[in-house]
């Protein structure tokens, strides 16, 4: 198989910039033991990654927001492909949440014969693309996107972090969890997140009240998390994330990748997703078009 060309570290066609991820880092992650009662956010770049990070601990725990206003998000809810999971895993509470880019095939072997639960994340291709590529000018650890355009050809030739957003969600789309693993997308969390929490809720096995859900729906919202220091990434130097460039916390809305796609440009978009699609089993939450 080739590899991205752009990648500096790469395992079959999965990318990661070399900063983030070492090999004795992957190790570890081969190594990591789940327990039957942990919960894995799941997720390609831009989906709604540090939004799970706020939610879960809160559904978890009922509610108690001492971790989201205590703990940084990177190690309130690590991430299983980074090295600072080592340093934190004998901290976590329990019923442990994490998160990971990683697709089906590269999760640890013992994920597979574990009874952890996975929230699959899924956003609109279109509004991933809007969101990395802005990511991709305020994050130093990545590759300057060039302009839209070419970020565009990046973007769906998986010449961007985590490769290939179709490969990603057909991993975990075909992934044999029955159900171990639950889908939600960022547009319904956006409509309606009370009514994604009480889902969250009830796949977790949680009994929240509503008083809990409109709660954590409050603490959840793009506007608070925006403000909270332990979510909002201020606290990581300039030199690895320059918010002056753009925020992490950027939008929080559905479509605006109507402000940056020429006719052209969607005629093409669609067309390469269309096809790496075709004869997939699933249909997608959302119209292309
Ligand atoms: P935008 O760049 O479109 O604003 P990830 O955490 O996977 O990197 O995803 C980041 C995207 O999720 C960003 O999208 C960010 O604004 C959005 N996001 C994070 N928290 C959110 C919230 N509470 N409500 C809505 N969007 C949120």
Redesign the pocket.
């Known amino acids: 198989m080739s590899l991205p060309r752009r990648c500096t570290y790469a395992i079959t066609d999965f990318c990661f910039p070399e900063r983030l991820t070492l090999t004795r880092v992957l190790e570890f992650a081969q190594e990591f033991k789940f327990e039957d009662d942990d919960v894995m956010a799941v997720?390609?770049?831009?989906?709604?990654?540090?939004?799970?990070?706020?939610i879960l601990p809160l559904v978890l725990n009922g509610g108690d927001l001492t971790p989201i206003h205590t703990i940084p998000n990177w190690d309130r809810v690590p991430w299983l492909e980074e090295k600072r999971l080592a340093l934190v895993v004998d901290k976590l509470a329990s019923p442990r949440a994490l998160v990971t880019h990683f697709p089906y095939s590269l999760m640890p072997p013992s994920f597979y014969t574990s009874k952890a639960k996975v929230i699959y994340?899924m956003?609109n291709p279109k509004?991933?693309m809007?969101?990395?590529y802005?990511?991709h000018q305020m994050a130093g650890f990545l590759e300057d996107p060039g302009t839209f355009d070419e970020f565009m050809d990046k973007f769906l030739e998986g010449e961007v972090l985590c490769g290939k957003w179709t490969d990603h969600m057909k991993s975990w789309r075909n992934s044999a969890l029955g159900d171990r693993i639950m889908y939600i997308t960022?547009e319904e969390?956006?409509q309606d997140?009370p009514a994604s929490l009480r889902r969250i809720s009830d796949f977790l096995g949680r009994n929240l009240t509503e008083e809990v859900i409109q709660k954590i729906a409050e603490h959840?919202?793009?506007?608070?998390?925006?403000t909270n220091n332990m979510?909002n990434f201020s606290l990581v130097p300039n030199v690895y994330m320059d918010s002056d460039k753009?925020?992490?916390?950027?939008?929080?809305?559905v479509g605006?990748w109507k402000n940056h796609f020429s006719s052209e440009q969607l005629a093409r978009f669609i067309s390469v997703i269309s096809k790496e699609l075709e004869g997939e089993s699933f249909s997608l939450p959302w119209s292309l078009d």
């Not at 959840?220 to 925006?226: A, L, R, Y």
């Not at 753009?246 to 809305?253: A, C, D, E, I, V």
């Open positions: 997720t390609y770049p831009k989906s709604g990654t540090i939004w799970m990070q706020e994340v956003r509004d991933i809007v969101s990395s802005y990511f960022y969390m956006v997140l959840c919202s793009f506007t608070t998390m925006k979510s753009s925020p992490f916390l950027r939008k929080g809305t605006d």
